[in-house]
């Protein structure tokens, strides 16, 4: 017998002896009166059905039934989680309250801000209360009943927290008046944000700014219909700020001007023999590695680059077109200048016969990961002895292909950017290289964005400027610069995630800012600091009382708001060498002072200078012997722009703003003394072509302006300048003497013709019990201050006259547009030839006469017969390749901003009309046409 049939037996066996137990169980039941044999066994055995199994499935269901309920818990969990309402950040330490059938419970959140209660009532409810500092309290009902397959019940419930009021910076805004002025615009950047937010005053003038911190400061803008917008730092520990807006009607365009110079910088380039060559030349910020400009010399050899802020330090390369010589980098050669003010910058490059073995090839070859070539990546070689020094730039082809001749002498890195992939720098590049590089393709996960703040070197947003990142160790990164926004901020996408660091360039200011990391999951943000500027003036002083000069030693000392900032010692002695030099801050007006043995105290105008310029003051110092003398010493004239002297007799241009700076000595011992100023023929200022629209303002000086001047009318009246004067009185007390320089900003009128000219009308005077001292002397008033009908308003004086030349300008009342054409070395202003397919310059310069919010110039070929290819301003240069372009206009105090673009001829054509159309935010300014 097998083992199965074996164990078959045995359990039928088994199975039998639990029959017989169970039929004897039936017996014994039925003797106990429960006959379950008559009304289950039966039936069931009659029917065929054995009943044992029947009654002991029926038994083992009963036994789990009680099973599962004997096995239940005493209750349910209730797991509550509490989170910010804010950010969905959990809070911990929250007390949470808990009450259900006769259980009251207490717990606080832990640090992921959950507590648990255990043993509660299923299917009742819980009344939960929650509180915690700082937020607002909660109460909740949840029903205690779990999900199948559960015994804990879990719920979220969100906190809000407390709306508890922050401090407030209340900014109130006026007119001259004190008058409020309602429903003024303040717009600054929100801290917390970095954003830029605005706001409204109301009816009493107040708008209020929310601060979290008493350090913080918030440079504000106030703009409002009729008045001229200001600019004002309103700091969080003074809890307000006041900030007065002048009428348009009243405020003068130009008040001094901080506006930095541009200059030319003058490329020559000659072969070996000395002979004009020609050659593609690069010019480049040397600070920042950004390319300034790009142009092909002319036939002479040379090269203008116009338009280039003064004090920016450059160096040019130069790429011959004959291959037999070799290319010229001013960075490798340490040839860097200084663009002048004053004076064209000027660079002479010998070029170089090539020789064996001086250069040699490098290849790169790029392509995506999956080994596809990239078309139009942009490959920048780098030297590696100076990593802002750029050894030459090229987009790869279709192969994604790039080829670059380097000498053999420099080693290198490059920096490889496409659009829509990393960036990539090969920091090991050798002569003779053929590099394959592999971009990776911006996926998410793999990049990140940066928000860069630029701050001026005030502490202000600086707008317009130029941003590069590069690696944390200094490498050129490679990808495409970045402007900044209003608001001082621009940002970079498509980063990959790794330390870098940002600089920025403005003008002639450049700065560099501290590493940050890139992270995919939050945007990176970093702030650069532009350095401040400076400039220098040479100083001499001589003596007032000889015709021939005579050089006198004295302490000058400069003073920015009348603060000391500089100061020097004039030496006596040879004219040539009797300058002292001052370092100032450039764009910023500043005194000169001035004290010498022997000779009374001198005060100059307010003078500006811009970044790297040297500017020359003589001050004409009084002998104390000749203190108690009136006089003026002299009246001269000054390019407001430039800062360079016009000589009498001159031609002043129509639109353009001018100095006129009269130094006058003032008697001690007088009552009062001092002096008059008057611009013009015409009499009254609004008729004439000449108006003064600033003057210095003496703190120690009583000042009258008057808008007319007629020779016969009563001196006790007046008609009151206002944006506009056509005199200016200067009078100080017994207190005030010495040698003064006063300052007048005079614009000459767009509307001026040739006939017109500045004229400028002078006088000083001093008044000792009661007697008129005057210069020049007045033979009919004499000692008296009035004779008849002719009273101290008409007394004598004396005059110098500018004509007036039209210049290449086109002008309204409100603007002038200054335009010019640069072909084939020439310069146009109208009406000029250029080959079919040969390039040209235009260079606009925009002066704008009133308040203007964004003004622009659209530059434009209506027919599409001139391509502009890039256009250059504030040492930005931007790529256009179409047959119009906007630029957004930066005004300096003078209302003046340039810009020059380089064209193409693309169509061949009698007349390609070129249009020029000046505008702002509210429209129009001025419109003129060039062909």
Same mark, same amino acid.
């Given at each position: 017998m097998g083992f199965f049939e074996g164990l078959r037996e045995s359990a039928a066996g088994f199975y039998s002896v639990l029959e017989e137990k169970w039929y004897s169980f039936v017996d014994w039941l039925g003797e106990k009166g429960a006959p379950i044999g008559d009304w289950f066994v039966s039936p069931l055995e009659e029917r065929g059905v054995p009943s044992f199994p029947v009654a002991a499935l029926i038994a083992l269901l009963l036994l789990g039934g009680l099973a599962f309920v004997l096995l239940q818990p005493a209750g349910v969990s209730l797991q509550v989680t509490v989170v910010s309402g804010v950010d969905g950040s959990p809070v911990a330490g929250a007390k949470v309250s808990l009450s259900a059938g006769d259980k009251s419970l207490q717990a606080l959140t832990d640090a992921s801000g959950i507590a648990k209660f255990d043993g509660l009532p299923a299917g009742s409810e819980a009344v939960v209360k929650i509180s915690k500092d700082g937020f607002n309290s909660s109460t909740s009902t949840l029903p205690l009943i779990p999900v199948a397959g559960s015994s804990v019940v879990a719920s979220s419930v969100l906190l809000s927290p407390v709306s508890a009021e922050k401090p407030k910076i209340t900014v109130f805004v006026s007119n001259a008046d004190g008058a409020p002025i309602g429903n003024a615009s303040i717009a600054f950047v929100d801290q917390a944000t970095g954003r830029v937010r605005e706001l409204q005053t109301d009816s009493a003038g107040a708008a209020y700014i929310e601060f979290s911190d008493e350090s913080e400061l918030f440079n504000v803008r106030v703009t409002r219909d009729g008045f001229t917008p200001e600019r004002a730092t309103c700091f969080a520990s003074k809890g307000e700020c006041s900030i007065q807006l002048s009428s348009d009607a009243d405020t003068p365009v130009d008040q001094g001007g901080s506006k930095e110079l541009e200059s030319s910088v003058l490329v020559l380039v000659k072969n070996g023999k000395g002979d004009a060559a020609k050659a593609r030349v690069t010019l480049m910020d040397a600070d920042s590695g950004g390319t300034l400009s790009a142009d092909y010399s002319a036939s002479d050899g040379s090269v203008r680059f116009n338009g280039v802020t003064a004090g920016v330090r450059v160096y040019v390369l130069v790429e011959p077109d004959d291959s037999a010589y070799r290319s010229y980098n001013g960075g490798l050669e340490q040839d860097y200048q200084t663009v002048s003010a004053t004076h064209d910058t000027e660079f002479r490059v010998q070029l170089e016969k090539k020789s064996q073995g001086d250069t040699e090839q490098v290849r790169f070859a790029v392509k995506t990961r999956g080994g596809d070539p990239i078309q139009s990546a942009s490959v920048k070689l780098y030297s590696t002895d100076g990593q802002l020094v750029l050894l030459g730039s090229q987009d790869t082809d279709a192969a994604g292909e790039a080829v670059f001749e380097m000498l053999s002498?420099?080693?290198?890195?490059?920096?490889?950017?496409?659009?829509?992939?990393?960036?990539?720098?090969?920091?090991?590049?050798?002569?003779? #290289?053929?590099?394959?590089?592999?971009? #990776?393709?911006?996926?998410?996960?793999?990049?990140?964005?940066? +928000?860069?703040?630029?701050?001026?070197? #005030?502490?202000?947003?600086?707008?317009?400027?130029?941003?590069?990142?590069?690696?944390?160790?200094?490498?050129?990164?490679?990808?495409?610069?970045?402007?900044?926004?209003?608001d001082g901020i621009t940002e970079f996408s498509g980063l990959p995630l790794e330390e870098l660091r940002a600089s920025a360039a403005k003008g002639s200011s450049h700065g560099t800012g501290d590493s940050f990391t890139v992270s995919y999951s939050s945007d990176a943000s970093a702030t650069v600091n532009l350095e401040p500027t400076y400039g220098f003036i040479q100083v001499k002083a001589v003596d007032a009382s000889h015709k021939e000069e005579k050089t006198v030693q004295a302490r000058v000392t400069a003073f920015v708001s009348d603060k000391q900032a500089a100061n020097c010692t004039t030496p006596a002695g040879n004219a040539s060498q009797s300058y002292c030099t001052l370092k100032v801050r450039a764009n910023k007006p500043f005194v000169l002072k001035a004290t010498a043995s022997g000779y009374a105290s001198y005060a100059s105008e307010a003078i500006t200078v811009s970044t790297g310029q040297t500017s020359k003051r003589t001050l004409e110092l009084v002998p104390t012997a000749m203190a108690d003398q009136l006089g003026v010493v002299s009246v001269k004239l000054y390019d407001a722009e430039t800062g360079a002297e016009v000589p009498e007799k001159t031609e002043v241009e129509r639109g353009s703003y001018y100095d006129v700076v009269i130094t006058v000595n003032l008697p001690s011992g007088a009552d009062k003394s001092g002096f008059y100023l008057r611009v013009g023929n015409a009499e009254t200022v609004a008729k004439d072509a000449v108006a003064i629209n600033y003057y210095d303002e003496p703190k120690e000086a009583v000042i009258t302006a008057g808008a007319a001047y007629r020779q016969n009318a009563s001196c006790s009246s007046f008609d009151q300048a206002g944006s506009e004067a056509k005199w200016v009185n200067v009078e100080y007390d017994e207190s005030v003497f010495g040698v003064k320089a006063f300052k007048a900003r005079v614009f000459v009128r767009p509307t001026a013709t040739q006939r017109d000219a500045l004229s400028v009308y002078y006088r000083a005077y001093a008044v000792k019990n009661g007697l008129w001292y005057r210069y020049p002397v007045d033979s009919y008033l004499n000692y008296s201050q009035s004779k008849g009908s002719r009273g101290d308003c008409q007394a004598e004086t004396k005059g110098v006259e500018y004509p007036v030349t039209e210049g290449r300008t086109t002008c309204n009342n409100d603007a002038c547009l200054s335009i010019s054409f640069e072909s084939e070395g020439a310069v146009y202003s109208n009406g000029f030839t250029v080959a079919l397919g040969k390039t040209f310059k235009l260079r606009a310069t925009a002066k704008i006469f009133k308040s203007s919010a964004y003004p622009f110039l659209k530059v434009s070929s209506p027919d599409g017969q001139v391509v502009f290819q890039e256009t250059l301003w504030h040492n930005?240069?931007?790529?256009?390749?179409?047959?119009?372009?906007?630029?957004?206009?930066?005004? +300096?105090?003078? +209302?003046? #901003?340039?810009?020059l673009s380089q064209a193409l001829a693309g169509m061949p054509s009698n007349y390609a009309k070129l249009v020029f159309q000046l505008s702002d935010q509210n429209g129009a300014i001025l419109s003129t046409d060039r062909f």
């Open positions: 002498t420099v080693s290198a890195y490059a920096a490889v950017w496409a659009d829509g992939f990393l960036p990539l720098v090969e920091k090991s590049v050798k002569p003779g #290289d053929s590099k394959a590089i592999a971009l #990776d393709a911006l996926v998410p996960g793999n990049n990140g964005k940066a +928000g860069i703040t630029v701050f001026d070197a #005030d502490g202000g947003r600086a707008e317009y400027a130029r941003v590069t990142l590069s690696t944390a160790d200094g490498f050129a990164l490679g990808m495409p610069d970045q402007e900044t926004a209003e930005n240069t931007k790529e256009i390749g179409a047959s119009e372009f906007t630029q957004p206009l930066e005004l +300096g105090a003078t +209302g003046i #901003d340039s810009l």
